[in-house]
């Protein structure tokens, strides 16, 4: 915690207001605009319900196809099915993880409705191809930038580049509040159709702003609202925002140091972050060399008292992803580096000497 979450959340009491759109929501929407640009971010319970949102807001419907990566978490799949399309898989980029620009238009069919690119581990995809083949085939952008706060492509805030864009505030965060998310409307034709969905389908934003005198049902919509209790903690770190990510970003570039041995001698590679891109520290991977047994490092690992991770199974492998939607191609890249990633212990306060102890074991455990 940074400080102040408990002090906030005492106040929300005190502002006897504990359900959603209360004085700490307003702050944290507030912020997210002037920091991102976008025309309107609304707060959600979790950037799952922010991609369910989306894909309520651009009427997707059964038949209807949206591309994503593989690799990703389910809720960039899920938000579209629910609504009967069928996710399209596409492969991602041996460089940075993303979602592969040059493979995505062979994948556009008619019944394509919406991009939905993830930035994966705060890095961006490479977004103005994808802006570029989106309006060639008047299909939406839905950016999955769960992992991208304070970070930005060509100095365009993550989030904010495609029509609708979604944060994820899980605990797992660099900015978090236990659950939360948020949703990015930058498309401004889209802005009352969000504040309507995310009330109910009702115009109760509006009735409070005093441009009515009554609020109705207007449309089609469920309840996104996290509590104020949320966003009393949400508000606190997004005031920490910069320091946070600073910090991350000296761990992170202690790993990337650290670990340039190893890559030299072709046991591993470490994170690429291209030049356009400015990243936010939000974790440390890196790929074994694909002769490397990953199970045995990562059990000798944990031996010895580190705790790394790999990352997601692939979509387009599991049991609902062959029953719920389709690959575009084999998707060699996508099955290689799931099968040979791993995630290194992130986290604030993490320190140097800590650091060297997860280099050394690991170098140890690859070298021997």
């Not at 062959?322 to 575009?328: E, H, I, L």
Request: hydrophobic share 40%; with cysteine; charged share 20%.
């Amino acid at each position: 915690m940074t400080g102040n979450e408990l002090g906030y959340i005492e106040q929300a009491h005190r502002n006897f207001h504990l359900s959603g759109d209360g004085p700490f929501t307003k702050r944290c929407h507030e912020w997210l605009e002037r920091n991102t640009g976008s025309a309107k971010v609304l707060l959600t319970h979790s950037c799952t319900s922010a991609l369910d949102l989306a894909a309520l807001m651009l009427d997707v419907k059964s038949g209807d196809e949206v591309i994503l990566p593989s690799f990703t978490f389910v809720s960039t799949a899920n938000a579209f099915v629910l609504r009967g399309a069928v996710p399209v898989f596409v492969d991602v980029r041996e460089d940075t993880l993303n979602l592969d620009e040059r493979q995505i238009e062979a994948a556009i069919t008619s019944r394509t409705r919406a991009i939905a690119p993830v930035h994966y581990a705060g890095v961006s995809c490479n977004m103005d191809p994808i802006v570029a083949i989106a309006e060639r085939h008047n299909v939406s952008i839905v950016e999955d930038a769960a992992q991208g706060i304070m970070a930005d492509y060509k100095g365009r805030a993550l989030g904010a580049i495609g029509r609708i864009g979604s944060f994820s505030f899980h605990e797992t965060k660099n900015i978090m509040s236990g659950e939360g998310g948020c949703i990015l409307v930058n498309d401004p034709e889209l802005v009352t159709i969000a504040e309507v969905m995310r009330e109910k389908g009702t115009d109760r934003s509006r009735f409070f702003r005093g441009e009515v005198d009554k609020y109705n049902w207007q449309n089609v919509g469920s309840s996104f609202l996290p509590n104020e209790v949320t966003a009393a903690f949400l508000w606190a770190q997004l005031e920490q925002a910069e320091r946070i990510t600073a910090a991350r970003l000296t761990i992170w570039n202690r790993y990337h140091g650290m670990l340039a041995g190893l890559e030299q001698q072709g046991v591993l590679r470490r994170a690429i972050v291209p030049s356009d891109c400015r990243q936010n520290g939000h974790m440390y991977y890196v790929l074994l060399a694909p002769e490397i047994d990953r199970g045995a490092v990562l059990a000798t690992l944990k031996d010895r008292g580190v705790h790394a991770v790999f990352h997601y199974v692939p979509l387009h492998s599991s049991p609902a992803g062959r029953r719920f939607g389709r690959a575009a191609g084999e998707l060699k890249t996508t099955t290689s580096v799931s099968e040979r990633l791993i995630r290194l212990p992130f986290w604030i306060g993490l320190s140097e000497s800590q650091q060297h102890r997860v280099c050394d074991t690991l170098r140890d455990i690859l070298l021997r």
